[in-house]
T-cell receptor, first 112, second 117 residues
Framework: NAGVTQTPKFQVLKTGQSMTLQCAQD?????MYWYRQDPGMGLRLIYY???????DKGEVPNGYNVSRLNKREFSLRLESAAPSQTSVYFC???????????FGSGTQLSVL | AQTVTQSQPEMSVQEAETVTLSCTYD???????LFWYKQPPSRQMILVIR??????QNATENRFSVNFQKAAKSFSLKISDSQLGDTAMYFC??????????????FGAGTQVVVTP
């Protein structure tokens, strides 16, 4: 029972470098999300994909791009990393609107 | 826009005792969901309990129960018979009930609960 799998678990980048965070779910869920968690601020929505083939901005989309590769996979890309993007990133999914979210275990990203 | 406020940054409780975490929210919506998520040191986000706003009855899940006061826009979590494994950050979250809300949870800043022997 893998659920939502995120890779990598930890990453250190230098300012200006790019990277892609991968997320895959094996629950046949329609919707997938990317959140970031900063100390004292809870989780904030970056982007979401209501269904395969669609993506939309969340609360804090600047500096990020996403791709819903297929129903299972939803990636988050940082084109030019900045120290302000140092955070823990969570991927989540659910089957239908108003159903509970299942979260991955997070990626700790540090940008120096 | 909705806001979720958790006014207690940290709370300490002894094993077997009861602790109550507060959460208030601001919304003009009539239909919505409220959640409590637990985040232990492992970082995993675990759903503790969920409440539908149209239900008057307070949700319960084993040792966890909520006090939902819709008019006051308050949603507190009570942990009874606290156990060491309850040590975690607890987040209150709000979701509008509409066809396009798509899991857009609005989270509070969290309350760190420490259970001591």
């Amino acid at each position: 029972n893998a659920g939502v799998t995120q890779t990598p678990k930890f990453q250190v980048l230098k300012t200006g470098q790019s990277m892609t965070l991968q997320c895959a779910q094996d629950m046949n869920h329609n919707s997938m999300y990317w959140y970031r968690q900063d100390p004292g601020m809870g989780l904030r929505l970056i982007y979401y994909s209501a269904s395969e083939g669609t993506t939309d901005k969340g609360e804090v989309p600047n500096g990020y791009n996403v791709s819903r590769l297929n129903k299972r996979e939803f990636s988050l890309r940082l084109e030019s990393a900045a120290p302000s993007q140092t955070s823990v990133y969570f991927c989540a999914s659910n089957h239908r609107v108003n159903e509970k979210l299942f979260f991955g275990s997070g990626t700790q990203l540090s940008v120096l | 826009a909705q806001t979720v406020t958790q006014s207690q940054p940290e709370m300490s409780v002894q094993e077997a005792e009861t602790v109550t975490l507060s959460c208030t929210y601001d919304t003009s919506e009539n239909n919505y969901y409220l959640f409590w998520y637990k985040q232990p040191p492992s970082r995993q986000m675990i759903l503790v309990i969920r409440q539908e706003a149209y239900k008057q009855q307070n949700a319960t899940e084993n040792r966890f129960s909520v006090n939902f006061q819709k008019a006051a826009k308050s949603f507190s979590l009570k942990i009874s018979d606290s156990q060491l494994g309850d040590t975690a950050m607890y987040f209150c979250a709000f979701m509008k009930y509409t066809t396009d809300s798509w899991g857009k949870l609005q989270f509070g800043a969290g309350t760190q609960v420490v259970v001591t022997p």
